[in-house]
């Protein structure tokens, strides 16, 4: 097995920073996005799609593809610049970002090139990936189904019904990766719906379970390359992050949810990245 090292690391961690300075950029143009929830999954989206996913940005309608559904929709703007960042469309298409008749809406659309669905009311995505990941099962195909989600969908009934749907039907084609920042909107999960014991929850559902630390590449690197975690059961990832991770003045934070940087602020983040646009 491949270990994110060296040259790759030094890789990764450079793209990392470019992504972060572009979703304050462009939250800044588009005056919203959600930039907490997408700052937390950078790592995690960096890997997928750099290594992990079997697609073709040049073909993103092909059949063998691995399917990959971004279940908090909210953090559309994160998976958009990677998207562009790979070819799936043009850059410019995100300086539009928000804007009368853009491509690029604030919850992310199966309009998009490299989309598989829209999404942004919690507790749909994992049960179409469970549907997906079904299809795929019964027609004998080898994609993969990924779904990334956030800890606060868990509040919804219908995760945990397919959750257990996904059990019964041994679905090691699926994989659930959880973006746990521990914080829903304007409150923190333990005040809001506490999900502790949170990985003893999905074992008591059958299915098998990885804690990692979601910003650190060669975890997730090393969590993504050993799927399924055990042959018959669906696996879930339970990623470990900071709401706001990269800018210190959104890390951990509760108003970063629903923010975007302002001029003085995408000064800030641009300096702390050291990076420029």
């Not at 940005?57 to 990959?68: A, V």
């Not at 703007?77 to 410019?92: C, N, Q, S, T, W």
Request: charged share 25%.
């Amino acid at each position: 097995m491949d270990v994110v090292a060296g040259e790759q690391l030094t890789n990764y961690q450079n793209i990392a920073k470019r992504i972060r300075a572009q979703i304050c950029r462009i939250s800044n143009i588009g005056e919203g996005g959600h930039i907490g929830s997408c700052l937390s999954m950078v790592e995690l989206l960096i890997v997928l799609y750099y290594k992990i996913l079997k697609v073709d940005p040049k073909h993103p309608d092909w059949s063998e593809r691995d399917r990959f559904i971004l279940s908090k929709g909210h953090g559309g703007l994160g998976v958009y610049i990677i998207l562009a960042e790979r070819g799936f469309f043009p850059k410019d298409w995100l300086n539009d970002f928000r804007q009368e008749g853009s491509h690029l809406g604030d919850h992310i659309s199966y309009l998009v090139p490299g989309v598989e669905l829209s999404t942004g009311s919690l507790g749909h995505g994992l049960p179409v990936a469970v549907g997906m990941a079904l299809n795929c099962k019964i027609r004998k195909k080898k994609y993969r189904v990924f779904v990334l989600m956030g800890d606060g969908g868990w509040d919804e009934g219908s995760n945990w019904e397919a959750a257990l749907f996904a059990a019964q039907h041994h679905l090691s084609n699926l994989v659930a990766i959880v973006d746990y920042n521990n914080i829903q909107a304007f409150g923190r999960n333990k005040d809001i719906i506490d999900l502790e014991p949170f990985a003893k929850k999905f074992e008591s559902f059958n299915w098998s379970v990885k804690e990692i630390n979601g910003h650190n590449f060669q975890e997730i690197d090393e969590a993504l390359n050993d799927l399924p975690l055990e042959n018959g059961k669906p696996s879930c990832i339970i990623a470990h992050t900071l709401k706001g991770k990269g800018i210190s003045f959104l890390e951990d934070t509760l108003g970063s949810h629903y923010k975007y940087c302002n001029d003085e602020e995408l000064v800030e983040a641009y300096k702390e990245l050291g990076v420029i646009l």
